[in-house]
């Protein structure tokens, strides 16, 4: 064994060899957790959240023809263990480990690579943002365990979990948790949760076959072929402005600045992440006004230098010049982008045009709503205002840009180049890094890690409206996080989509469209002010 337990490249090998060939069941969706002696109790709060939802708990070692998916608890007392590193290792190398943390703890070295949800303060609640996203990471890992062994290598659609109606409602969460017992076996200094007993109140599992569950198409949805005709426009990215280094030189140098100052990150951070809060109002705070609402997570105020910089790759000329902004006070932001669900609920209420958020055929549910305008965005939050008596908008682009940077100086949270693994977009046309495939479509909101601030999917998946009228630069944008606003056809959109290019993911980048325009890769998420 390697470092604290990591499997070597020989025993590496093997494990994938053992991943070969995955069963095909047709009932729930198996999950394993592994976690130390220590969380047993918030092992077994998992487990109950998991089998109130609809899922099943699985015993004994990881079987990768038995099992869909499994769930480590990285924490103080897991992470030194060398028994829990062995028991994880086969997850991973099947794609099915599913990472959770107690708090901020940095995993094995072998296991950095998959950034744990942090579950710290969670009280078990089936609606909580976090644990909407841990339940999304075991629906992929169950959808590529259940692909025959020929299958083509296709990203899931939005969920294997039970349908929304049956599983959704914190009432019926908790009393569908009252039922079920603790049972746990301790092996070697951690346990696994065992097999309980079927229960009449658990919710029955989702069908295998997505499409029927998921993809039914709206009469008004664009031919599939004129999506892949439309996805073909964003080409590669322009050649950089400016003459002198290429752009791959520029990446290049952009990474060695990054690596220079890690020993200094608060003097190339305009703001720090929030620490995780209790309360609301605090930075950090997750909170919802009504059922239907989306997760909304508080912005702390600060400052930040809003654009791109003249030497950034791929820059283009409306993205300056780079001008100081001062977000004086904490506002509210959806952790996610406005979802076929709530949209539903909106029309379903009365608030929402029928017409709009067609689905390309994609599924609905968990994936973000497309086909919908500025003015579309703007009637789901005159709904959602008038249902819960908050003042909901849109974020300005000023807020937008601040969220989505959440404190970096990159050209994304994460640093200066992105990967197919860490937003939806057309990765044959990579920004820095290697190429790769594309999804061709959307995907669930909250399918790749969140940035610093909490927030999923500020790169990628959709462009989102914000509420400025567009400006050909920044020369007369606000200095206090304001919008440019007035009457104006055209609006401002930011964070690239699932068929543009990673340079368009950039969060200095913006396009303009007609406040009218509906189209396939346009969403929006949903600001509001705190009281």
């Known amino acids: 064994m390697s470092e604290r337990g990591a499997p070597t490249h020989g025993q590496d090998r093997r494990l994938r060899l053992d991943c070969a ?9 198996r999950v394993r957790i592994l976690a130390a002696t220590g969380n047993a109790a918030f092992a077994e709060k998992i487990a109950i959240a998991l089998e109130a939802q609809g899922y099943a708990i699985a015993e004994g070692d990881f079987d990768p023809k038995e099992v869909d998916a499994a769930i480590v608890i990285w924490s103080g007392a897991s992470i030194g263990s060398p028994e829990m590193v062995k ?17 901020r703890v940095e995993p094995p070295q072998a296991f950095r690579h998959i950034p744990p949800i942090d579950l710290a303060g969670w009280s078990g609640d089936g609606d909580d943002a976090r644990w909407r996203a841990v339940l999304d990471e075991v629906d992929r890992a169950a959808y590529a365990a259940r692909l025959p062994p020929a299958a083509p290598n296709l ?13 959704s409602g914190s009432s019926r969460f908790y009393i569908a948790a009252s039922f079920a017992a603790a049972a746990v076996l301790v092996l070697g200094g951690f346990l696994l949760l065992s097999d309980r007993a079927p229960r009449a109140d658990r919710a029955p599992a ?3 076959n997505p499409v029927t569950d998921e993809s039914s198409a709206d009469a008004g949805a664009p031919p599939m072929l004129a999506v892949a ?18 752009v791959a030189d520029k990446i290049a140098a952009l990474i060695q600045d990054a690596q220079e100052t890690k020993a200094h990150p608060d003097e190339n951070r305009s703001a720090s992440p929030p620490a995780p809060a209790a309360s609301p109002g605090a930075p950090g705070a997750v909170f919802k006004d009504c059922p239907e609402c989306p997760d909304m997570i508080v912005i702390p105020a600060g400052s930040f230098l809003f654009g791109s910089p003249s030497d950034e790759p791929a820059r283009q000329a409306d993205e300056g010049p780079v001008r100081k902004v001062d977000i004086a006070k904490p506002f509210a932001l959806a952790t996610h982008e406005t979802t076929y669900d709530e949209w539903d609920a909106c029309v379903a209420d009365g608030g929402c045009s029928k017409d709009a958020g067609a689905d390309p055929g994609w599924g609905r549910g968990r994936r973000p709503v497309v086909n919908v305008s500025w003015r579309d965005a703007m009637d789901f939050i005159a709904w959602l205002s008038k249902k819960t008596g908050k003042t909901y908008r849109l974020p300005t682009e000023e807020e937008w840009e601040y969220a989505a940077r959440a404190g970096a100086k990159t050209p994304f949270s994460f640093g200066v180049i992105i990967r197919a693994d860490q937003a939806n977009f057309d990765a044959s046309h990579p920004y820095g890094g290697e190429a790769g495939a594309g999804r061709k479509q959307t995907l669930p909101v909250g399918s790749f890690p969140k940035n610093p601030f909490g927030l999923y999917d500020m790169a990628g998946n959709v462009w989102e409206w914000t509420a400025d009228c567009w400006s050909e630069d920044h020369n007369s944008a606000p200095a206090d996080g304001g919008a440019i606003g007035g009457k104006c056809d055209r609006r401002v959109l930011k964070g690239g989509a699932w068929n543009t290019g990673g340079w368009r993911l950039r969060a200095g980048h913006r396009i303009p469209k007609s406040a009218s325009a509906r189209e396939f890769d346009n969403g929006f998420r949903v600001a509001r002010d705190l009281d």
């Open 87 to 103: 028991a994880a290792a086969l997850p991973l190398a099947c794609g099915a480990l599913i990472a959770v943390s107690i708090g």
């Open 206 to 208: 989702a069908s295998n």
């Open 155 to 167: 990203d899931p659609p939005a969920a294997v979990r039970p349908p929304p109606e049956q599983t």
């Open 21 to 29: 060939s995955m069963n095909q069941f047709d009932d729930a969706v």
């Open 229 to 246: 005709a439309q996805a073909a426009k964003d080409e590669a990215p322009p050649a950089a402005p400016s003459a002198g280094a290429p």
